[in-house]
């Protein structure tokens, strides 16, 4: 490799850095549409149309990287929203080699909605992190644009990232029947909304115990479990619930106990809410 070439490769990661670090700086313009999961009616999906205001002009951009089968998540998401707008909508469906498509992060950038479809947060994530394509979603949602997503694509949304593994089971089960320190699996995500860690099918699931481990390994940091066909609309710091069920909230955790037999812990007190559609909160 010549020297010329590794100075003008380190200069392009240290500007893509620094641009990263500007994005975040900012408050951003737009709104996240944090889905979580399960069904969703077309009423859910006309308020996040509702809130992205499209014009004549914009178009729709769905992300299926979390998806096994993401041709299938990307029909099923353009059948319903076929009845409910007239706008474009079109699939970007990156890889570790179109990662750096010019083309391609320019039309993410550019798009009014983005949509992060559902299945395994993990897998998006590898390829998003340290990626333009991360730098794309986050300079959409500074300038306006709304980033949606449901159950992979809602976890993605946070800065610390729920994968759904346990570190001390290897046996994966969609509903923790425990609560210990230094067993749930948390890795970078998007970082849209900070401070924060969401947990997704929350009530349909029972996952309580999995946002209480989350919030003894992050004590200062807002849980908040979103049940199924419901989605929490985030403005800068203010939230407001839609949807068919509910969001539980949980915070505040005092006189937090780790103990070294199997990783047991005890918290003194925390502050719990319920929230039902139409209702609202800050963060």
């Known amino acids: 490799m010549s020297k010329s070439f590794f100075l003008s490769k380190t200069y392009f990661i240290i500007g893509l850095v620094l641009s990263f670090a500007s994005i975040q700086a900012q408050s951003p313009k737009g709104k996240l549409f944090i889905i979580g999961g399960g069904n969703r009616s077309d009423t859910l999906m006309t308020h996040l149309l509702s809130i992205s205001k499209l014009q004549a002009k914009d178009y729709i951009v769905v992300l299926p990287m979390s998806s096994e089968e993401p041709d299938s998540a990307f029909i099923y998401f353009k059948d319903q929203m076929k009845r409910l707008t007239s706008n474009p ?69 946070c800065e610390n990232m729920i994968t759904g593994n346990q570190k001390l089971d290897s046996i994966y ?12 699996e948390i890795t970078e995500g998007l970082g849209l909304i900070k401070d924060v860690i969401i947990d997704q099918h929350f009530l ?80």
């Open 204 to 283: 349909k699931r029972s996952r309580y115990n999995r946002l209480l481990s989350a919030l003894v390994e992050f004590p200062t940091h807002v849980g908040i479990g979103i049940d199924e066909s419901t989605a929490i609309i985030v403005r800068n710091k203010n939230i407001e619930i839609t949807g068919e069920s509910e969001v539980i909230v949980v915070k505040k955790p005092k006189g937090i106990q780790k103990f070294d037999k199997n990783n047991l812990i005890s918290i003194e007190s925390l502050e719990m809410s319920i929230y039902k559609s139409g209702q609202k909160f800050k963060i």
């Open 89 to 157: 909508i079109v699939m970007l469906n990156f890889d570790k080699k179109t990662a750096n498509n010019q083309k391609w992060t320019d039309s993410l950038r550019n798009a009014k909605l983005i949509f992060i479809s559902g299945g395994d947060q993990t897998r998006f994530m590898n390829v998003v992190k340290n990626t333009p394509i991360k730098t794309a979603i986050h300079q959409a949602y500074q300038n306006g644009s709304t980033i949606s997503g449901t159950s992979a694509g809602a976890a993605v949304m």
């Open 173 to 184: 089960s969609a509903t923790f029947d425990n609560i210990r320190h230094n067993n749930l």
